[in-house]
């Protein structure tokens, strides 16, 4: 099974709230990831981290923000959300070089902005 | 670049039927290239890796061909079962973005 946790795993919000998705992982992997995905579309890589005090934007990041204080947590924040944020986000992470089993995936979060 | 495109978007098969999804990749950087299935709801999850010196690797229903000379990957399912009903990627382990995918659906 994998050791990455999202929450919360639904969430259903109002416009121009603020709002944080949790990420954490137990298997003290250096690199970790934000994709955002909407349904039956490809997978879009929004937030990226090496490490502690590392984080790298994406392609679609220009409206929320990360942070990695800890190796094991990457919370994404949106400050204001609107509509159309509305999508799954999903958390992954790896080893160093990708590793031997490439990326292991969160279960996500399904976000709705009304 | 790093992206890895899918050469079909769709795939039906009968229950029973093999199943092969195929998968073209650009950054040939990677020491590894990963399977992963992705069912509906859920995060992708990893199936079967190849380290790029091999062409073949059969795991427990699937097999994975490498070729790398035009950069190619194929997935084989074999028998394949409503549970196999998913979208399927493949990556390299230095990649960070994903193509589409595959979406393979099984007919009972």
């Known amino acids: 099974e994998a050791d990455i946790y999202q929450t919360p795993r639904y969430l259903v919000i109002g416009t121009g709230k603020k709002i944080t998705l949790e990420c954490s992982q137990t298997m003290g992997h250096d690199k970790m990831y934000w994709y955002q995905q909407d349904p039956g579309m490809e997978l879009h890589l929004i937030h990226y981290s090496y490490g502690v005090n590392s984080t790298e934007k994406g392609d679609l990041s220009s409206e929320s923000t990360v942070s990695r204080i800890r190796t094991e947590h990457f919370p994404l924040t949106l400050e204001s959300a609107r509509p159309s944020h509305t999508s799954q986000y999903l958390c992954a992470s790896s080893e160093d070089r990708g590793g031997l089993h490439g990326y292991t995936f969160g279960s996500g979060t399904r976000l709705t902005v009304v | 670049g790093e992206s890895v495109g899918l050469h079909l978007p769709t795939l039906s098969v009968q229950e029973g039927d093999n199943s092969i999804i195929n998968c073209a990749y650009s950054n040939s950087a990677s020491d590894y290239f990963i399977w992963y299935k992705q069912e509906s709801g859920k995060g992708p999850q990893f199936i079967i890796d190849i380290r790029s010196n091999m062409d073949k690797r059969q795991g427990q229903r699937v097999t994975v061909l490498l070729n790398k000379t035009v950069k190619h990957l194929s997935l084989q399912i074999a028998a394949t079962q409503p549970g196999d009903s998913a979208v399927y990627f493949c990556?390299?382990?230095?990649?960070?973005?994903f193509g589409a995918g595959t979406r393979l659906t099984v007919k009972p």
């Open positions: 990556a390299g382990n230095n990649d960070m973005r």
